[in-house]
């Protein structure tokens, strides 16, 4: 009778992924007197409470790595020992497939050190990890793998790039997602902005890229923590469609919101420390231009201001004036910003309803800063006395940098990995 494959026994003390398997100064494994070898590719798969979908994940990648790398790649299962045993179901597995390996933390918990316990143990030269509930589509492995072959440090499955998206998602959660991507970017923008899809858990990164470097994540975005202490020069991205869960149940409560916030401000301080304020690089020809268009927008927000609400017109209240004319200068914006200052982009998300994605982002973006651009001219006209003009000027002053930021991140998505000096 055949036993069963043991467990790999979860590393312990500081989360730090090495330079090489820990065991490769050796050549046999101690407790099998098995050759130990390299592989490229190391894939976690981090899991709990995936029982009703682990199997047929482990069978899907294999089939998918067998024809791509045969013998050149190994999964690791890291469960946090899970009620439903999704550790036990893939621990059955590994007899059936050698480049299975299965981890059963009992100690610890949360995906992100689950991803970098799985690093620790890893054979590979590039480190991955990919979801256990069937979201992220395995296909595309094969373009991340060809990214970081290219020469990528990083190779990010986005969800907001050509060929990305969202399947069923509700108006809610395609907000909290945005909000949360909004708030990386106020608070660490130079991490952040690196991306296009900061919160994606489905990657593959270059083992020295993040070798030897202590690893300090919180929650369920480890990706942040790649990019705020890894060595990470070139980026790449790749498009995938986020899938509807399959079976069991999304794990994304409040508290993940807390503890990515919590990450956030951790590596913010860290970064502080470290590398002292590192100031953020604007890309100057495209603010120019924004701003030339912003200027534009300037008159068009005053003529309308004039005509709705001074007495001499139709003497329309102050805040519902502003907001009529605040809302047709974001439309003369949007036009000339489409056309001019994001032109190169613009036309490689060529169609109208690529075009109208665009302009819902901009105004959310720019409607945001209209929230503060009211508050800020009624504190500066009621309460200060200022003239309404001048006032009015100085509140669009205060949020073009505002606009100008969210804009570049978001609705024409220009990152790190494109080119943001043109």
């Not at 995936?50 to 089939?63: N, T």
């Not at 007899?95 to 059963?104: I, S, T």
């Not at 001019?340 to 302009?359: A, C, N, P």
């Not at 982002?361 to 800063?369: E, Q, V």
Request: with cysteine; charged share 20%.
């Amino acid at each position: 009778m055949t036993s069963t494959p043991s467990l790999v026994h979860p590393p312990t003390g500081i989360l730090q992924v090495p330079a090489s398997h820990p065991e490769l100064a050796e050549p046999f494994d101690r407790a099998t007197s098995d050759p130990i070898h390299l592989v490229k590719l190391s894939l976690v798969i981090p899991t709990y409470q995936e029982g009703q979908s682990i199997q047929k994940m482990i069978q899907q990648l294999s089939h998918l790595l067998d024809l791509m790398m045969p013998g050149e790649y190994e999964l690791i299962v890291v469960d946090d020992d899970s009620p439903d045993r999704t550790w036990n179901l893939a621990q059955g597995m590994m007899a059936d497939y050698p480049q299975l390996q299965v981890m059963r933390r009992q100690q610890e918990r949360g995906l992100s050190t689950a991803v970098v316990r799985g690093w620790q143990v890893a054979r590979g030269s590039i480190l991955g990890v990919i979801d256990g509930d069937l979201q992220h589509p395995p296909q595309v492995l094969l373009k991340l793998l060809e990214t970081i072959e290219q020469g990528a440090d990083l190779a990010v499955a986005s969800r907001h790039v050509d060929g990305g998206g969202v399947s069923e998602w509700s108006l809610v959660r395609r907000f909290l997602s945005r909000g949360a991507q909004v708030v990386g970017l106020l608070i660490l923008p130079d991490v952040v902005g690196r991306v296009s899809d900061p919160m994606s858990g489905y990657f593959m990164v270059r083992r020295s890229a993040i070798a030897n470097q202590p690893l300090s994540p919180v929650g369920y975005k480890v990706l942040l923590e790649v990019l705020g202490r890894g060595e990470i020069e070139q980026v790449a991205e790749v498009g995938y469609v986020f899938q509807e869960r399959q079976s069991g149940e999304s794990k994304v409560t409040w508290k993940q919101y807390v503890d990515y916030l919590r990450h956030l401000l951790r590596l913010r301080f860290d970064r502080n420390r470290r590398y002292g304020q590192r100031p953020v690089v604007v890309p100057l020809t495209r603010f120019f231009r924004f701003g030339i268009v912003g200027l534009s927008g300037v008159f068009v927000d005053m003529a309308i201001l004039y005509l709705l609400s001074d007495p001499t017109t139709l003497g329309w209240g102050l805040t519902r004036s502003k907001i009529i004319a605040s809302e047709l200068a974001i439309v003369n914006n949007f036009l000339w910003n489409d056309r001019w200052t994001f032109g190169d982009i613009s036309q490689q998300q060529k169609g109208w309803s690529k075009r109208l994605k665009r302009f819902l982002k901009f105004n959310l973006i720019c409607l945001a800063g209209l929230v503060l651009n009211v508050l800020l001219l009624n504190l500066l006209f009621n309460v200060f006395g200022l003239n309404r003009y001048v006032a009015n000027l100085l509140a669009i002053a205060a949020v073009t940098l505002w606009n100008f930021w969210l804009n570049l991140k978001l609705s024409w998505r220009v990152t790190d990995a494109d080119d943001l000096h043109s």
